[in-house]
C-alpha cells in the first residue's frame, strides 16, 4: 500500500465524520423545495443579506467545502 493511498484515506474519513457532524448541527428547515416557489416574491430579508456571517452560514459553507474535498479525495483513491 502506498504513502498517499494511507493519507487520502485518513482525510476521506475525517471529511466523512466532518460532514456528518456538521449536517446534524443544522437546522431543519420545514418549508422544503416549496419554499422557492412560494417565497420568489418576497424580496430580500435582513436574514438573507447577512447569512453567511451566521453560523447557520458558516456550517452549510463548511459542509460544501467538505463534501468537495472527500468527494476529490475518493475519486483520487478511486484512480490509485
Known amino acids: 500500500m ?3 493511498f494511507i ?13 456528518n457532524i456538521m449536517i446534524l448541527m443544522q437546522k ?3 418549508a422544503g423545495l416549496s ?5 420568489m416574491g418576497q424580496g430580500d430579508t435582513f436574514w438573507d443579506k447577512n447569512k453567511s ?3 447557520e452560514g ?8 467538505c463534501g468537495a474535498v472527500f468527494m476529490a479525495a475518493a475519486l ?4 490509485i
Request: one cysteine or more.
Open 2 to 4: 502506498s504513502i498517499w
Open 7 to 19: 493519507i487520502l484515506s485518513i482525510i476521506a474519513f475525517i471529511c466523512c465524520v466532518a460532514i
Open 28 to 30: 431543519k428547515r420545514s
Open 35 to 39: 419554499a422557492g416557489v412560494v417565497g
Open 53 to 55: 456571517r451566521s453560523l
Open 58 to 65: 458558516k456550517l452549510e459553507r463548511y459542509t460544501k467545502i
Open 76 to 79: 483520487v483513491l478511486n484512480i
